[in-house]
C-alpha cells in the first residue's frame, strides 16, 4: 500500500510548508508515501495517475469526516486493497474537470472554505493522525 499526495498549484516556503513537510516525514515513516507538486497542472499530467489508483478529492464539495471515521476509512482502504490512495488537493481554482471524472471519492475538510495552503496542511495532519490512530498512539486524543 502506497499513498500519494498531489498538490496542484506553487509550491510555496515559509511556515505553513515546513508544517506541510513536517508532518509528511512522519507520515512517510510509517507507511510508503509520496508528495508531488504541480504548478501547472494540465491533461497530459493525469498520467501519473495510475488506472488503478484510488483518487480522493480534497474538495470543500465532498463528503464530510470527524477523525476517527476518516481513520477507519484509511485502514479500511489499506487493509483490502492493494491499490495506491491518491488524494489531490486542488489549487485557488479548484481542479480540472478530467480530475473530477477520474476521482473515485471526494472529501471535505470542513463545511468552511480553506486557502489551498490551509488545506494541504490539514490532509497531511489528518492522515499523520489517521496512522497515529490505527496504531492506537497516543496522538490523538478522545
Request: proline share 2%.
Amino acid at each position: 500500500m502506497k499513498i500519494k499526495l498531489i498538490f496542484l498549484g506553487k509550491k510555496k516556503s515559509g511556515v505553513l510548508s515546513d508544517l506541510i513537510i513536517n508532518y509528511f516525514a512522519r507520515i512517510k515513516k510509517e507507511i510508503n508515501s509520496e508528495l508531488v507538486f504541480f504548478s501547472n497542472y494540465n491533461k497530459k499530467k493525469i498520467s501519473i495517475i495510475n488506472n488503478d489508483d484510488v483518487v480522493i478529492l480534497v474538495d470543500e464539495k465532498g463528503e464530510h469526516y470527524d477523525s476517527i471515521s476518516f481513520s477507519k476509512k484509511i485502514k479500511d482502504k489499506i487493509q483490502n486493497s492493494s491499490k495506491r490512495i491518491v488524494f489531490i488537493v486542488g489549487d485557488a481554482y479548484g481542479f480540472p474537470l478530467e480530475l473530477y471524472e477520474r476521482s473515485d471519492e471526494t472529501i471535505s475538510l470542513s463545511k468552511l472554505t480553506f486557502p489551498h495552503e490551509i488545506a494541504r496542511l490539514i490532509i497531511v495532519e489528518q492522515l499523520y493522525r489517521a496512522i497515529m490512530i490505527i496504531k492506537n498512539h497516543p496522538y490523538h486524543h478522545e
